[in-house]
């Protein structure tokens, strides 16, 4: 291959096209990431499931098995996004959960103040910015009702995420709350109350990252800086601002 300066072009031969081509499948074609994934909800309610859990916490693998069944259920990211947040409160126990962030137990506890608790505990499910202890007598999970609350759509390229969502009523303006992640993870955990197992993960938040969205037209709109990492999956939500209580949700998996 040669630079031609009188045309200012590369001069190539049929052989290096032939690489060029196979190269340039290679990279826009076989080895797509989340650079052009659209996450979109319809205009009814889709619940954001969120479970408070620890390492530490002996009673917290079985909520955790039961969370992971969402990978394989119809109603993921359609009906309902699973979060599962990893608090710190029992690292000072023997072991210390590399998932954990006091941020996660700021957020426990913000929620237990809303509700007029008195503590924090594990394993807690919040639904819809509302504690559900169903799980704990068998319940079924209370999502897929035909309230409209309106559409959130969320394209991802390169590193950031174009966010729209047109509410179904009200004009009170809103943020959007993302957590990459992690899918299918394991930790060998050598101390602490479940000293001697090994835990599977899934939709575990690796961080929260959360902006305001501007009025535009009708909807309200933003252009967010957004790294992935190694995230397997995303998980995206609307509140109005200063708000814990989801309106809308979305998600997907983006490898």
């Given at each position: 291959?040669?630079?031609?300066?009188?045309?200012?072009?590369?001069?190539?031969?049929?052989?290096?096209?032939?690489?060029?081509?196979?190269?340039?499948?290679?990279?826009?074609?076989?080895?797509?990431?989340?650079?052009?994934?659209?996450?979109?909800?319809?205009?009814?309610?889709?619940?954001?499931?969120?479970?408070?859990?620890?390492?530490?916490?002996?009673?917290?693998?079985?909520?955790?098995?039961?969370?992971?069944?969402?990978?394989?259920?119809?109603?993921?990211?359609?009906?309902?996004?699973?979060?599962?947040?990893?608090?710190?409160?029992?690292?000072?126990?023997?072991?210390?959960?590399?998932?954990?962030?006091?941020?996660?137990?700021?957020?426990?506890?913000?929620?237990?103040?809303?509700?007029?608790?008195?503590?924090?505990?594990?394993?807690?499910?919040?639904?819809?910015?509302?504690?559900?202890?169903?799980?704990?007598?068998?319940?079924?999970?209370?999502?897929?009702?035909?309230?409209?609350?309106?559409?959130?759509?969320?394209?991802?390229?390169?590193?950031?995420?174009?966010?729209?969502?047109?509410?179904?009523?009200?004009?009170?303006?809103?943020?959007?709350?993302?957590?990459?992640?992690?899918?299918?993870?394991?930790?060998?955990?050598?101390?602490?109350?479940?000293r001697g197992r090994k835990l599977e993960h899934q939709f575990v938040?690796?961080?929260?990252?959360?902006?305001?969205?501007?009025?535009?037209?009708?909807?309200?709109?933003?252009?967010?800086?957004?790294?992935?990492?190694?995230?397997?999956?995303?998980?995206?939500?609307?509140?109005?601002?200063?708000?814990?209580?989801?309106?809308?949700?979305?998600?997907?998996?983006?490898?």
């Amino acid at each position: 291959m040669a630079w031609n300066n009188s045309h200012g072009k590369f001069i190539t031969s049929p052989g290096m096209n032939r690489w060029l081509l196979l190269n340039c499948l290679l990279f826009f074609g076989f080895d797509r990431t989340y650079a052009d994934a659209i996450f979109e909800s319809g205009p009814q309610k889709v619940s954001l499931l969120e479970l408070y859990t620890s390492e530490g916490c002996s009673s917290c693998p079985l909520a955790e098995d039961w969370i992971g069944q969402f990978r394989s259920d119809q109603r993921l990211w359609k009906q309902v996004v699973p979060v599962a947040f990893h608090v710190d409160y029992w690292d000072n126990l023997g072991w210390k959960d590399r998932f954990a962030k006091h941020s996660y137990t700021e957020r426990q506890q913000s929620y237990t103040s809303a509700w007029d608790g008195s503590s924090v505990y594990t394993p807690e499910f919040v639904l819809d910015g509302k504690e559900w202890r169903g799980w704990f007598s068998g319940q079924t999970l209370p999502v897929g009702n035909n309230q409209s609350v309106g559409e959130l759509r969320v394209l991802l390229h390169a590193d950031q995420a174009d966010v729209t969502f047109k509410p179904s009523s009200g004009s009170d303006t809103c943020e959007v709350h993302f957590a990459p992640l992690a899918m299918q993870v394991e930790s060998d955990v050598r101390a602490g109350e479940n000293r001697g197992r090994k835990l599977e993960h899934q939709f575990v938040a690796l961080e929260v990252v959360s902006a305001k969205l501007d009025h535009v037209n009708g909807a309200q709109e933003a252009q967010v800086p957004l790294s992935l990492g190694d995230a397997k999956g995303l998980a995206v939500w609307v509140t109005r601002q200063g708000s814990l209580t989801p309106l809308q949700a979305t998600g997907g998996f983006i490898r």
